[in-house]
């Protein structure tokens, strides 16, 4: 890889951002971020990042789900095809799954919300470092 990957963090809870930032730059990543859906998709394009970390509930609802149909959608290549890790505490207040939790085969990843990886919050931090790498190997193997 030819430099440091960089990580945009869209996500509203401030206290949660510092904390995955420091996670991060300890893995010599560089960690951008933005608070809202609206300045996430500007960030996209003006700090070309190489992953995104989600938060699905921001302050207005389900921003998260907004951003990735408007990326996903609207933006050209490469823009559009840069790997999502959705963060999210949905699944401890509802039922709503994001994912089937058992396959009966039709669905694959990504089929019900066009992302890659899905963590919930609390995040542990050495999962979300192995998965940011994990996302990071696979962009880089395309």
Known sequence: MMGQSKILI?????DLVK???????????QVVSA???????????????DLIILDIMMPRGTEGFH????L???FDRPYRDI???????????STFRFYPTESDGTYGPGEFLPVQ????????????????KRLLMTKEGQ
């Open 35 to 49: 608070a809202s859906k609206e300045e996430g998709l500007v960030k996209v394009k003006t700090e070309n990042p």
């Open 117 to 132: 990886d899905f963590v919930d919050k609390p995040v542990d931090p050495d999962d979300l470092v192995a998965r940011v």
């Open 10 to 14: 869209v996500e509203d809870d401030a």
């Open 19 to 29: 904390v995955m930032r420091v996670i991060l730059e300890r893995q010599a990543y």
């Open 72 to 74: 996903r959608s609207l």
């Open 83 to 93: 790997p999502i890790l959705v963060l999210t505490s949905i699944h401890e207040s």
């Open 67 to 70: 951003f990735v149909w408007e």
